[in-house]
């Protein structure tokens, strides 16, 4: 990896993780003491999708593809909302047919990321070393192939770089939230 890119990119992730925060910081919270899950892990999750899910152009093309066409959206197994959930995932994990208009609902998203990190069965070990298989696993899901390309290294540097600095926590404490 070519640090100029791994600086670069840091910055936008304090930019995105910062805007992340300010939004959604009840929501993991929550989902994250209701299913016991280190609240550092979702939040690097859903900060690093958000850097990677486009503009606002993108992301209203994705409300109106899950709201108004939503046979299209199942038909292209589309990954949709904060976390970017590929709606096959969603079905697979919770056993029924999830809309793409649900995972739009960001709360619903949040409860879906943790949901599936809880099922993962390898975030216990509150080390940096389970950082790639926890990324590995949710971008790649069933896949599970290796990580190869230059961004999926990125995604596992930042989200390393989140968790061992404990950023989520770091803002939760400079903010002041009463959480």
Not at 37 to 45: M, N, Q
Not at 146 to 168: A, D, G, I, M
Request: charged share 25%; with cysteine; net charge positive.
């Amino acid at each position: 990896m070519i640090r100029g890119d791994y600086t670069r990119y840091l910055y936008m992730y304090k930019a995105m993780g910062y805007k992340v925060f300010m939004k959604y910081k009840d929501e993991i919270l929550y989902y994250s003491k209701r299913f016991d899950i280190d609240p550092e892990i979702i939040f690097f999750l859903i900060t690093n999708e958000q850097m990677n899910r486009g503009n606002c152009t993108t992301k209203l093309i994705e409300f109106f593809i899950a709201t108004f066409l939503p046979s299209f959206a199942i038909k292209k197994d589309l990954s949709i909302g904060l976390g970017q959930i590929k709606i096959s995932t969603a079905k697979n994990v919770f056993q029924k047919n999830i809309l793409p208009k649900q995972l739009i609902n960001p709360e619903f998203n949040i409860y879906c990321v943790t949901y599936l990190v809880k099922n993962m069965g390898i975030f216990k070990t509150k080390t940096l070393d389970v950082i790639p298989e926890i990324v590995k696993a949710y971008i790649l899901g069933e896949n599970n192939k290796k990580l190869c390309t230059r961004e999926q290294k990125l995604y596992v540097e930042l989200c390393k770089w989140s968790y061992k600095y404990s950023y989520f926590n770091r803002l939760r404490r400079t903010i002041k939230v009463s959480c």
